[in-house]
């Protein structure tokens, strides 16, 4: 039996906090929350507060945090702006299912409901975005609902939940004791494998001759790059990936075939339309990566393992759909299997991407003349990282690219926003990165427009010291918009020009070392002065302001359709 001690609800939140084994919180105070912070206060050795500019930074921050320690990250924030200023960020962990708990204050109890000074209803607002949430209105429950928020963010499919605590709540004073929490009735996040689909697996892929598997997110989620591997080397399967399922293999793997999707590479593109088999590994057919769902894989049986049974049939009917964690999955059918896949199918795969390698890759990364390209200056960084580093975006052309280019090695070591495609993401997503591996080269692309949406968390990075290296393209666009506009809107570049601040002025007035690179000559010099500083480093490059990311399968077309260049 476990000793009771007696404290506030605030005092049992934090207590409750350390006892999942939380030792950094992301966040920003307020007034409803002052007694959470004010008991922080004592805590400040077992738990490292990062203090971010604005909640929506904490939100990322905390999403990064979790995917690069493979732990939950905890985010607080106040009651009213503070909560809702949290929205992207929980959003945006939902569709990337990353586990994140969220903790909000609220107005005390016996005003809700009153309209009262920052009141918010944070339950009805995040309901659609999280996995689970709850509001308490006494202090007893809060180490229950702790404990299953944990699980519930942490078990099957992960992803976000909130706690809305009233400020009474937090002050109350109970007898505080701990459970943690195994299961939860009716509620089932490990499905049991059926042992016959495996062997029906094994039937499928035996009667294939040009099968492809698509590796997804999921696989790392689930731990299960070793098992995905061991498959791999074994049936020597195509295997391509989708843009959160990069890191799932080494891209020189002779297997590796590229990245699916709208600017994923040539050949499994293309050829997702010629396979015959199509193993889909926990991926969930996005929009992005089908394409024309209608024109999608017309030729290929299709096995689909996912631990969310919402997601097996929903955009793509599967021949064989298996509810199950691929990690169990690939335990079964490594030693079982015998299969292995003939070596002309994975021909046809090289000889498309040469296609793309002499068409798009030679130009972009040794450009004879003309701009800088984003390419080649990741390509710079990769071989100046040896492909080490945790690889930050935001979003737009500037992710394509560096999803595209920086040729990635070990698990958990891109971070984006892949669902929600959420600008603003990257600077806040760095520094939760940082704060999660201390150790390790944190490196962002980022373009000027999303920059400028989350720029202020410059102060979070020098205020912790974070040795971030950030890499602006400027382009003097919003980039991936312009492309489009460019592609389909007659070059009419409405509202997506934009004049951006001196970048490297704005860096040294928050005591941030930094350069701007406008000619190639300067790259090289640049690139390594950034890697051999110290302390975080922002270094600005001008590009080709017109460059499109290609190749593209264009809105509304199949995957087949995808085009090497504009003219094509
Ligand atoms: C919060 C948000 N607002 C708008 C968009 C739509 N959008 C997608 S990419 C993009 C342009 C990004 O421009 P920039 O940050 O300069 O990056 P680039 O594409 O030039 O690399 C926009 C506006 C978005 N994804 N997220």
């Keep these: 039996m476990e000793e009771k001690t ?29 007694p959470m912070y004010d008991k922080m206060y ?21 999403q990064a945090y979790a995917q690069v320690t493979g732990k939950p990250g905890v985010c607080f924030a ?34 809700l409901g009153t309209d009262a000074f920052q009141e918010t209803d944070m339950i009805s607002l995040s309901m659609p975005v999280t996995k689970w949430n709850y509001q308490i209105t006494s202090a007893e429950k809060i180490p229950e609902a702790v404990a299953k928020a944990f699980y519930f963010a942490k078990s099957g499919r992960p992803g976000p939940v909130l706690l809305d605590i009233t400020k009474d709540a937090q002050i109350q004073e109970f007898d505080f004791h701990y459970k943690r929490i195994k299961s939860i009735r009716s509620y089932n996040p490990k499905p049991t494998l059926d042992k016959n689909q495996v062997q029906q ?23 299960a790059r070793d098992e995905l591997m061991e498959f791999v080397d074994k049936t020597k399967i195509p295997t391509a990936v989708t843009l959160l399922g990069k890191s799932v293999i080494d891209e020189e793997h002779p297997c590796f075939v590229g990245m699916l999707g709208m600017h994923g590479n040539y050949a499994p593109n293309k050829l997702t339309n010629e396979a015959d088999l199509i193993i889909a590994a926990g991926m969930r057919f996005d929009d992005r990566v089908t394409g024309d769902i209608s ?36 335990q079964q059918i490594v030693p079982a299997q015998y299969y292995t896949c003939n070596s002309e199918w ?26 800088l390209r984003a390419g080649e200056v990741i390509s710079k960084v990769s071989q100046l990282t040896k492909r080490e580093a945790i ?3 935001d979003v737009g052309q500037n992710q394509m690219m560096a999803a595209r280019y920086y040729g990635f090695k070990n698990p958990n070591t891109l971070i984006t926003s892949g669902g929600l495609g959420t600008m603003g993401f990257g600077l806040p997503a760095a520094v939760g990165a940082q704060v999660g591996k201390p150790d390790k080269t944190v490196v962002l692309f980022t373009g000027d427009g999303g920059f400028q949406m989350t720029a202020q968390e410059l102060g979070t990075v020098v205020q912790y010291q974070l040795p971030v290296k950030i890499i602006i393209f400027n382009n003097n666009f919003l980039g991936m918009v312009r492309q489009w506009q460019n592609l389909f809107n007659d070059k009419r570049y409405a509202q997506t020009t934009m004049p951006t601040p001196d970048f490297p002025m704005m860096a040294k007035s928050f005591g941030i070392e930094s350069k701007w690179v406008r000619e190639r000559d300067q790259l090289d010099n640049t690139i390594e002065e950034m890697f051999s500083h110290e302390g975080p480093y922002l270094l600005e490059v001008s ?20 085009v090497l260049h504009e003219d094509q």
């Excluded at 302001?545 to 593209?552: G, L, Q, T």
Aim: net charge negative.
């Design 78 to 111: 106040t009651s009213g702006p503070g909560a809702t200023n949290l929205m992207t960020g929980i959003t945006n962990a939902n569709l990337d299912s990353i586990p994140v708990v969220f903790i909000t204050a609220q107005v005390p109890s016996g005003l």
């Design 42 to 62: 004592d805590k400040h050795d077992l738990l490292n507060h990062i203090l971010v500019r604005h909640e929506q930074g904490a939100a990322h921050a905390a």
């Design 543 to 562: 590009i080709e302001k017109e460059a499109n990311v290609f190749p593209m399968i264009y809105p509304g077309k199949a995957v087949d359709e995808i």
């Design 295 to 330: 024109r999608y894989a017309p030729n290929a049986k299709i096995i689909h393992v996912d631990i969310d049974k919402a997601e097996l049939n929903k955009n793509v009917k599967a021949d064989l759909a298996i509810h199950a964690d691929i990690k169990d999955f690939l």
């Design 6 to 34: 007696r404290v506030s609800g605030a005092e049992a939140l934090l207590l409750s906090l350390i006892r999942e084994k939380v030792d950094t919180i992301f966040g920003y105070p307020g007034g409803a929350i002052m």
């Design 391 to 393: 690889v930050v975006t």
């Design 346 to 371: 994975r021909q046809e795969f090289k000889r498309l991407n040469e296609m793309e390698k002499e068409k798009v890759i030679a130009p972009e990364l040794y450009p004879e003349n003309g701009h």
């Design 201 to 223: 697996a094994l039937d499928m892929m035996s009667q294939s001759k040009k099968p492809l598997l698509l590796a997804g997110h999921g696989i790392l989620i689930a731990n």
